[in-house]
């Protein structure tokens, strides 16, 4: 009978717990321009600059007429600047939409270049350091951007640039931290309390920003700036302390914790060992169509995911006409609706498959056409709310990206495991970089359609996200699959038919079972 190892005063939870902050961190930096922006930016200006380039643009009239209509209940008194008619005190900087778009999307372009060397760079340098020191260069770049803001918006662009390329390998070197110190018994649980960290960063962020916007230092926005990269040099020093690259490492663990660790994985190694060596075959993936089912879903579910967590804020200001205070708090609601899906969703799909009510197969295509479709038709339904109707459009939201958790909880995202166990490491990376354009795209696109600010422009965007959501569900429906493919059985396996186990087969599902166990 072996030691029972301490769980709740471990070293390891001790890591999931400094992950979970470290990757609320993460999205605070990612999405602090987002709120940003709308005090950063003088919209009357923008919009006069806009209307007197097409004076005879027909759409203006219905924003005009909606302004009319609004009634606000909270305006700033000794106002010194322009105001806009819904209360807040206008920024300075007179971007037109699409340098606001380009801003936006900027930090996607380093992003994107990243995120496959920064799996390499873990391997040779240790996940601690990648994770801790790509966290110090993007707090520091977050720690400029009011200074880069007011020198010109180039420079904010290539600030954000940055932040894109260190916040690149965060997430491959979480894996390898993973890798190294969490036994596949207590995997899932302490790994789902590093990777909340990222919806729940979307949570506090968003009324965090719009709450400095109207009281902070500095003028308001720039505390935003301030505030959120000073707490992330915070948790880099704590992070660099208190984390070791390996169990091996660590000079605080417990002699029986390392030697639980270590045994634990060493176990997890033989089971795979003769995995290794064997080459990818990049002809197969490539020429796969269940895996283009997964690649072209991730993208059209990566461009409504972007649009709204880059967007969200300036559409809650121009057409629902929310002051700053209200922006932050109302633009936050659909993300906690969001993490909670991904749990329940995860939940719901492993009771579909474990009680044998669906094959895998039909319940990743049913996760993810109700993560698709439901919010397509939310979308829509919002983009028909003016500013009279700011509660409805607000639960319209909150319901349509809370539903699109489901296919991150049992739908596409966790069908690369399905298809290729073998070599879902790498499909995920094809995936994620390809599905990054989305970021890059649609903040410009979506600046460009709203030049003028108006309710219509906004259903634009609103019926082409429902759009390419109803596109990527139609295209997993008919070519996605829940079997493992051909090419990523083991070579040397025999024959076998589609219903037959093999004693590896029932380690890893009595694996499975007892990790779900644990987190339930």
Known sequence: METKVPFWTSVRFGLSILGFFGFVCLYALRINLSVAMVCMVNNTAVKALSDAENSNNDTRNSTENDDDMCIVEDIYSNLTNSTASYGDKEGSFVWTKETQGLLLSSFFYGYLLTQIPGGWLAERYGGKGVFGWSMFITAVCTLFTPLAAGVHWSFLFVLRFIEGLGEGTIFPAMHTIVAVWLPPLERSKLAAIAWAGTQIGNVVTLPLSGFLCAYGFAGGWPSIFYVIGASSLVWFFLWMFLVADTPAQHKRISTGEKEYIE??????????????????????????????????????CNWGTYSLLTFLPTYMREVLRFDIKKNGLYSALPYLGFWLFINIGGFFADFLRSRKILSTGATRKLMNTMGSIIPGIFLV???????????????????????????????????????????????????????????????????????????????????????IYTFGAIFFIIFGSGEVQPWAKDEDAPSRGPQTQTPSDAKYDKLEMTEKENVI
């Open 381 to 467: 339904a919002t983009g028909h709310m003016n500013c009279t109707q700011s509660g409805a459009a607000v639960a319209l939201l909150t319901i349509g990206v809370s539903f699109s958790g489901f296919q991150y909880g049992g739908g596409f995202l966790v069908n690369h495991v399905d298809i290729a166990p073998k070599y879902a490491g790498v499909l995920m990376g094809i995936t994620n970089t390809t599905a990054t354009l989305s970021g890059i795209i649609a903040p410009y696109v979506i600046g460009r359609i709203t030049k003028y600010q108006t309710q219509e422009e906004w259903q634009t965007v609103f019926y082409i996200a429902a759009g």
């Open 263 to 300: 045994r634990a994985l060493a176990e997890e190694r033989a089971s795979h060992r003769d995995e290794k060596g064997h080459r990818v075959p990049w002809l197969s993936i490539f020429t796969s169509l269940p895996f283009w089912a997964i690649l072209v879903t991730h993208m059209c």
